[in-house]
């Protein structure tokens, strides 16, 4: 697609031929050429669109905004824009056009200098044409449109990933991205797309047809396009949420897709109803929502939903005043709770309007008060809840209200709960707590085909549902195979029908359709229609038949034996499914590159008697590929009998292909680091593979070690190296970087990973925390620990076990610098008692562990055999009992410092003849350190 040829089609495309003159403009260094002049009736309206860039290549925008006013024929003509920078701006200005030539002056100005930016002069006549202005632009590359949508939805479009490099200065660009499917235009959009870097929109395209489809993507008014082949094998979605979030009524299409020449034998709709439910806080209170005595305080409940008054000697009305942020009914709500706490046997009105005011004490109704509870006794509720420790009398049951009534967004409601027939004093506290969800069930379900009733469900729908009557098969029959139905789609030899299902109200419905229908004459093809393998794979084929009265059947298949042979075959269910006896002939020529099948059935079974009606599997035949390239599998010379022994007519068939691959072995890359940046981003760095085919870098992360998901890529980068911005909000995450050459990909493992320890210092206390290193760092002495630390480190200690002697490192006091003890060397899996001055997240980065070392418990001789002891990243041990466990008899006591509270708990092993432990099962916590203390010398794997 040339570039002239691209902007006409452009401008037809999205309605530029309508605009007079349409001007694409971004000055200094983002310029693009203006489309072609054609006034009409001299009639002169100009578009101006675009970014606007300081001499540096910034967007300009705060104090440094623009002006861009417009003269012709040196006559003002107005403003196209008087502040911010970009977007489609219209000239607003219509003006009659002198005959002859005349200059259209644009220019730029600095709205808080007044100086001028830009000033651009374009020539224009009457009745004639200009040709286009060609600014200078930086260097647009489209260089790849990764395209993904769903293909079996004609009516859900999908993702387009727009790979592209602005390679002129500093510039980001702002561009028109158009779809063409073939050479018919689709939709477009416009895409913000970094220097550099790629951005992604969303299309919505309907495929006509089955098969495969050239999605073309053309940057509007740039230079080159990009192109993606598609296959869509079928347009419909047999099993589908449907969502109705719009209150009041919706319609959801599903198209079911049938070829057109078929008969339907059977049809299946089911259908679930369930709760659209909104998972947020719904009843927010709204101004002065409490009203209650200032000196008597009887809510004991939150008080933002909590209202009441005590007044001695008065009769009391509670009230409040509050507002919701969602549309809901107010008697389905999931959990809500109205209940007062005491007074004497008197029954209660709960009544709600819309409030007149926000003052809850002074609060009247706009319009009619609704009665939600009548004559509600005392001391019960609405909704779930049970009696208090200190009140266990309180006799509260659920009860349900009397009305409905629904509350709409940002509008404040009155609710008041008042006694009837109260002369006496009394006091009274009211609670609406846990309102967090409203549910909505589909109600008056319908089902349409076309335009044609097919079901409908009266009431709430709430259970599952299956359609599967004559009525279901003839309506889909009746459209066939004209296809000319109101709504269907005809897609040459298939045809889409709509399914419109209905509900009244919001609400969540799950469809699924099976439809089986046959051939009015029969159908042999081969399954899947397309395959991709890797050199040696072994791989298999179906040949399916569909028919009416089929008895016997003969094809020969051809394929490129230089490509593919044959190793084994076999017959499939179809043809004997009813317990018939066959008769097939095979011969398989791996060197010609054909296989010749016949089967007939034989009926000399008792009852079982004509030929087969329906769809299946006629043989399987299992292929190994050889070599690269594509091979056809090409169905000739086929014949279809019924059990008159007479051809069927109308038989189709269709083939296939198999593309083979070799395997690209890519290797990993090399040497990769882990390093933490201020404010706890993770930046990543790593050797390039050295496999010259790799074109980019897939990085994988999980928040636990073991939670990769290798099958979706978190990011994708070209570069050595890759920054995680969001890795802060995670107490763990681990990464692995693998090579992509195309589609192949390296397998590699090797886990870098940060992990967060928080350190503790109880106020007024000591700041004592026993941990442990659970990475592989770059930490070897108690004064790197420190380090790492930072400020608020105090003191470090060591335990020698052997020799059951501590040693330790502490930091100087100002004015003094730097540390004075032992500078001791550090251990994975040993343990550390780390003081410090405040709580403090320490954040340590490294390699996983591949492998559990073993860790050395000392007893000393005629001594203690207490150790300090850190458990590995990998580890199955969750528990001080399972640690004990797993030590073995040798086991005596485990102990853990709480470090917030500073205490301690332990785990005893029982002596004997006694058995088990006594103490606190406590977990075990990855990070902490641990005093295990052994009757003799162990070494211990902690698997």
């Not at 830009?118 to 006549?125: G, K, N, P």
């Not at 042979?565 to 002939?585: A, P, Q, R, Y």
């Not at 190296?721 to 050459?741: C, E, G, H, K, L």
């Not at 192949?744 to 503790?760: A, P, Q, R, S």
Request: net charge negative; proline share 5%; hydrophobic share 35%.
């Amino acid at each position: 697609m040339n570039n002239k040829n691209n902007k006409n089609i452009i401008k037809g495309s999205i309605g530029f031929a309508a605009m007079v003159i349409s001007l694409v403009l971004v000055l200094n260094f983002m310029l693009t050429p203006v489309g072609q002049f054609e006034p009409t009736d001299c009639i002169l309206t100009t578009w101006v669109k675009g970014h606007i860039y300081d001499t540096e290549g910034n967007i300009m925008n705060g104090s440094n905004r623009v002006r861009i006013t417009a003269y012709i024929d040196n006559k003002y003509s107005g403003s196209v824009l008087n502040g911010v920078s970009s977007g489609y701006y219209v000239l607003g200005i219509t003006e009659n056009i002198p005959e002859g030539i005349i200059p259209l002056t644009l220019n730029v100005t600095n709205i808080t200098t007044n100086e001028t930016i830009y000033s651009a002069v374009l020539m224009i006549e009457c009745g004639g044409t200009v040709e286009p202005f060609d600014f200078p632009r930086p260097n647009f590359t489209l260089t790849s449109a990764n395209i993904t949508f769903n293909p079996e939805s004609p009516t859900e479009g999908g993702t387009v990933e727009i790979k592209a490099k602005i390679s002129s200065g500093n510039i980001n660009g702002t561009v028109d991205i158009l779809f063409y499917d073939g050479d018919t235009f689709i939709n477009y959009t416009s895409l913000y797309l970094p220097q550099d870097s790629s951005g992604t929109t969303a299309i919505n395209w309907i495929p006509k047809y089955a098969g495969t489809h050239t999605i073309t993507v053309v940057p509007g008014l740039w230079d080159n396009a990009a192109s993606e082949q598609i296959d869509v094998e079928s347009i419909y979605e047999p099993a589908k949420t449907l969502i109705y979030d719009a209150f009041g009524g919706d319609n959801k299409v599903v198209y079911v897709k049938i070829p057109k020449d078929d008969n339907v034998v059977f049809a299946e709709i089911n259908l679930t109803g369930s709760a659209y439910f909104v998972d947020k806080p719904i009843i927010i209170a709204g101004p002065n929502p409490l009203w209650k005595s200032t000196t008597d305080n009887y809510c004991y409940f939150s008080d933002t939903y909590c209202f009441g008054k005590a007044q001695n000697g008065n009769i009391m009305r509670t009230k409040l005043i509050f507002s919701s942020l969602y549309e809901i009914n107010i008697t389905k709500l999931n959990t809500h709770t109205l209940h007062s706490d005491w007074g004497p046997d008197m029954y209660y009105n709960l009544t709600i309007c819309e409030a007149n005011s926000t003052i809850a004490e002074t609060a009247g109704c706009t319009g009619e008060s609704i009665l939600l509870v009548n004559n509600s006794k005392h001391n019960r509720s609405v909704g779930p809840i049970s009696c208090p420790s200190w009140y266990p009398d309180c006799n509260y049951d659920q009860q349900v209200m009397d009305n409905s009534y629904i509350i709409y967004p940002n509008t404040n409601y009155l609710m008041t709960w008042a006694p009837i027939g109260v002369t006496e004093y009394n006091i009274i506290s009211r609670v609406i707590d846990n309102i967090t969800g409203s549910m909505f069930f589909p109600e008056t379900v319908t089902i349409n085909i076309s335009n044609n009733p097919l079901w409908n469900r009266t009431g709430i729908l709430n259970t599952k549902e299956t359609i599967n009557n004559s009525n279901l098969t003839e309506k889909l029959n009746s459209q066939l195979p004209s296809c000319s139905c109101p709504g269907c789609i005809d897609l040459d030899k298939n045809c889409a029908i709509p399914l419109i299902i209905h509900s009244d109200t919001r609400g969540i419905i799950d469809i699924s359709i099976n439809i089986q229908s046959i051939p009015k004459g029969a159908r042999i093809a081969v399954s899947p229609k397309s395959s991709t393998v890797n050199v040696n794979d072994t791989f298999i084929i179906n040949i399916n038949i569909a028919g009416t009265d089929i008895y016997a059947a003969e094809f020969e298949l051809k394929f490129n034996p230089g490509i593919l042979e044959v190793i084994d075959l076999g017959e499939g269910d179809f043809i004997k499914h009813d317990g018939s006896d066959t008769f097939n002939i095979t011969n398989i020529n791996n060197t010609g590159g054909k296989i010749n099948y016949a089967v007939t059935r034989l009926n000399d079974t008792d009852g079982v008697e004509g030929g087969i009606t329906g769809a299946g599997e006629l043989i399987w035949i299992k292929f190994r590929a050889k070599e690269n390239g594509t091979s056809s599998l090409n169905i000739e010379s086929y014949n279809i009998s019924n059990s008159n022994i007479s051809e069927i007519e109308n038989v189709t068939a269709s083939g296939g292909t198999v593309t083979v691959t070799a395997i690209t072995k890519v290797n990993p890359p090399v040497n990769l680091t882990i390093n933490l940046l201020s404010g706890g981003s993770i930046l990543l760095k790593w050797n390039a593979s050295n496999t010259t085919s790799v074109d980019s870098y897939k990085i994988y992360f999980s928040d636990t070690k073991d939670g990769f998901n290798f099958t979706i890529p978190n990011a994708t980068t070209t570069d050595a190296n890759w920054t995680d911005n969001t890795a802060a909000s995670a107490q763990q995450r681990y990464y692995v970087v693998r090579a992509a050459a195309g589609s192949n990909e390296d397998n590699n493992t090797y886990v870098v990973g940060k992990f967060d320890i928080e350190l503790y210092k109880k106020p007024g206390s000591t700041g004592v925390n026993w941990v442990s290193i659970p990475l592989n760092t770059s930490i070897t002495t108690a004064q790197e620990m420190a380090n790492s630390i930072g400020d608020t480190f105090e003191t470090a200690t060591r335990l020698n076990a052997p020799t059951q002697t501590t040693e330790g490192l502490v930091k100087l006091p100002p004015p003094l610098t730097g540390f004075s003890g032992s500078n001791f060397n550090i251990f994975m899996g040993e343990a550390y008692s780390i003081s410090v001055s405040a709580n403090t997240t320490w954040t340590l980065t490294g390699t996983v562990p591949e492998n559990i070392s073993t860790i050395t418990l000392t007893k000393k001789p005629g001594s203690t055999g207490v150790n300090w002891i850190g458990l590995p990243l990998i580890t199955s041990i969750t528990t001080a009992q399972e640690m004990a466990n797993s030590i073995g008899d040798t086991f005596e006591t485990a102990t853990r410092l709480n470090a917030p509270t500073q205490t301690t708990e332990g785990l005893v092993k029982l002596p004997p003849p006694l058995t088990g432990f006594s103490g606190s099962n406590f977990n075990i916590l990855i990070s902490e350190g641990y005093s295990i203390s052994v009757s003799e010398n162990t070494t211990w794997i902690p698997a």
